[in-house]
């Protein structure tokens, strides 16, 4: 690494923990002048969290949450995947389906919620429909848009050198489309946690939303700050997550 | 009595035609290409040069005719017909010898089976040392060399080409006409050349066929006669001229104009009148 990259990074990581440190100083200065019921200090919530943490609240709303979380992206994943691959290589289908497709991602899906409630009651597997419906959308378009994308030159080659109708997807169909898939499981992993909370909102009171929920009731902002944190941390964490996959993923993509 | 021993043609092309719904892209097009042969194929954009390699190669279905290879009519892409395409058609995932061997582990050959072959043609087309590189890291020109290792690696007695120099720059298509004519000399198969530079079309060519017309029909097919080897001086000589200057004009030449063909054009002409049906250079 020469001199300037190095002189450039310092430059960026600078401003980065400069950035932080101004935010963290602010979040103090004004939860120290606010009210308690409405906004609470930085250390105030650090002290919250470390007493959640501790008395395992937090890391038993975590493991509610995440189990939830994971078996809904399963699902999503799967049904975005194989969804969006026959939507693009079935033409019918996809005449058929789209306009429902359509439609259900114009429809904002926490106005979903009470009906599911009032459908599939409380629990685990209404959670994880939720998780579903948040999340398997991206997947399912972007699989969509990539498989549709292929170029008929490809098509052309595999068919041309005698590669049987199965092993086209296998070959050509499937891997070209991985990359795309990727780019929508990368946004499926915010909107599932959108998701998961607002499930956890409406159906229950554990997970993270659950805890969330309470802390509210009590007027507990410290903690209420705490969990949001949290849920921060998580989500910036999956889109570290999501970018790597898709990065991993698209490497062929370059140029 | 005396028995006329003809050589089976490689691919026969027996009254062909092609039309998508009410638009008829060509009709009734014939010709053979013979084992070891080369024919150019020339026509303007949009006259159906495509269309007509995708239905030799069963990739297409004609709406009239058929095509032989081989003597064996032609439903789906037939064993030992390979494709070099204008966009080169490499699998961006695979790396260059993956991509070599597709036409063979298409085929369930294992990728070490494939692997001395598919060696010797990367050596062939000079990619030496890119093996494990991916398309996306390669130049054009590059690219395509391994389009063609792709196709030869199937040996191929059939090989059609759709303008596969067209994506590259006027360099590096000067030195790759030359490395295919050199590397043809060390095979034969029947070749169908589509492109749209009439320089390269008579180059590459032993007969050229020229498109022509809506629908496009063959306008006439020309014997190039310059022998093999050819390379860069071929361009220089009178015959190349002659010829090129015959089919410019036949391409070029526009359903109003009177202007005649030149006068040496019988010398290029080997299936005259049949096929001269329109207009203008009968007159002169
Ligand atoms: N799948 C298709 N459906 C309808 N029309 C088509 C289809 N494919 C090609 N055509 C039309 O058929 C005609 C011939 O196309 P083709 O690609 O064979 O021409 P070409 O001679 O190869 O042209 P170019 O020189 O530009 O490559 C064009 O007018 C094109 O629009
Ligand atoms: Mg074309």
């Given at each position: 690494m020469n001199r300037r990259t190095t002189r450039h990074r310092l430059r960026v990581l600078s401003g980065y923990v400069g950035g932080v440190l101004l935010g963290a100083v602010l979040w103090q200065v004004i939860g120290t002048i606010a009210p308690h019921e409405v906004f609470d200090s930085l250390s105030d919530t650090l002290a919250r969290l470390w007493q959640i943490i501790l008395d395992g609240t937090l890391g038993t709303a975590l493991w509610t949450s995440f189990q939830t979380y994971l078996v809904g992206m399963v699902f999503a994943l799967i049904i975005g995947a194989f969804g969006g691959?026959?939507?693009?290589?079935?033409?019918?289908?996809?005449?058929?389906?789209?306009?429902?497709?359509?439609?259900?991602?114009?429809?904002?899906?926490?106005?979903?919620?009470?009906?599911?409630?009032?459908?599939?009651?409380?629990?685990?597997?209404?959670?994880?429909?939720?998780?579903?419906?948040?999340?398997?959308?991206?997947?399912?378009?972007?699989?969509?848009?990539?498989?549709?994308?292929?170029?008929?030159?490809?098509?052309?080659?595999?068919?041309?050198?005698r590669t049987r109708e199965r092993d086209i997807w296998r070959h050509v169909i499937l891997p070209y489309t991985l990359p795309f898939l990727m780019t929508g499981v990368r946004q499926s992993l915010a909107r599932g946690l959108v998701g998961m909370i607002a499930a956890d909102f409406f159906l229950s009171s554990d997970g993270l939303g659950g805890l969330l929920i309470t802390a509210s009731e009590r007027f507990d902002t410290a903690e209420m700050l705490a969990i949001t944190l949290v849920i921060t941390v998580i989500g910036l964490a999956l889109m570290a997550i999501g970018r790597a996959l898709e990065n991993h993923f698209a490497r062929w993509r370059v140029g | 009595m005396p028995t006329v021993t003809e050589v089976e043609p490689m691919i026969h092309v027996d009254h062909l035609g092609k039309q998508y719904g009410e638009r008829t892209v060509f009709s009734d097009i014939s010709f053979d290409v013979n084992p070891g042969e080369i024919v150019s194929i020339v026509g303007?954009?949009?006259?159906?040069?495509?269309?007509?390699?995708?239905?030799?190669?069963?990739?297409?279905?004609?709406?009239?005719?058929?095509?032989?290879?081989?003597?064996?009519?032609?439903?789906?892409?037939?064993?030992?017909?390979?494709?070099?395409?204008?966009?080169?058609?490499?699998?961006?995932?695979?790396?260059?010898?993956?991509?070599?061997?597709?036409?063979?582990?298409?085929?369930?050959?294992?990728?070490?089976?494939?692997?001395?072959?598919?060696?010797?043609?990367?050596?062939l087309v000079g990619l030496e040392g890119f093996e494990k590189s991916y398309p996306y890291q390669l130049s054009g020109g590059m690219q395509q060399r391994a389009g063609l290792a792709r196709a030869l690696a199937v040996e191929p007695g059939v090989l059609v080409m759709d303008e596969p120099f067209a994506a590259l720059d006027a360099q590096t298509r000067d030195i790759l006409q030359l490395e295919l004519l050199r590397i043809w000399g060390t095979r034969s198969a029947a070749m169908m050349f589509v492109t749209h530079s009439i320089d390269e079309a008579v180059l590459m060519g032993d007969r050229i066929v020229i498109l022509r017309g809506r629908p496009s029909s063959i306008f006439d097919i020309v014997d190039v006669g310059i022998p093999h080897p050819r390379g860069r001086e071929t361009v220089d000589t009178d015959r190349f001229r002659t010829v090129r200057d015959y089919v410019w004009r036949a391409v070029m030449h526009d359903e109003a104009d009177d202007t005649p063909l030149p006068t040496d054009a019988d010398a290029v002409r080997i299936e005259p009148q049949s096929h001269r049906n329109m207009n203008g250079h009968d007159h002169g």
């Open positions: 691959l026959l939507l693009a290589r079935r033409q019918l289908l996809r005449i058929a389906l789209e306009p429902y497709a359509i439609a259900l991602y114009a429809t904002p899906m926490v106005g979903i919620i009470p009906f599911l409630l009032a459908l599939l009651g409380f629990g685990f597997w209404p959670k994880v429909v939720v998780i579903i419906l948040f999340a398997f959308f991206p997947v399912l378009l972007n699989t969509q848009r990539g498989a549709q994308s292929i170029s008929p030159e490809l098509l052309d080659v595999a068919r041309v050198y | 303007p954009s949009g006259c159906g040069k495509t269309t007509l390699l995708r239905c030799v190669v069963g990739l297409m279905k004609p709406s009239h005719g058929t095509v032989l290879v081989s003597g064996t009519p032609v439903v789906d892409p037939p064993e030992g017909v390979a494709m070099v395409f204008q966009h080169f058609g490499l699998f961006p995932w695979k790396t260059i010898a993956a991509n070599v061997a597709y036409g063979l582990t298409a085929k369930g050959v294992s990728m070490k089976d494939a692997a001395p072959r598919v060696h010797e043609l990367i050596k």
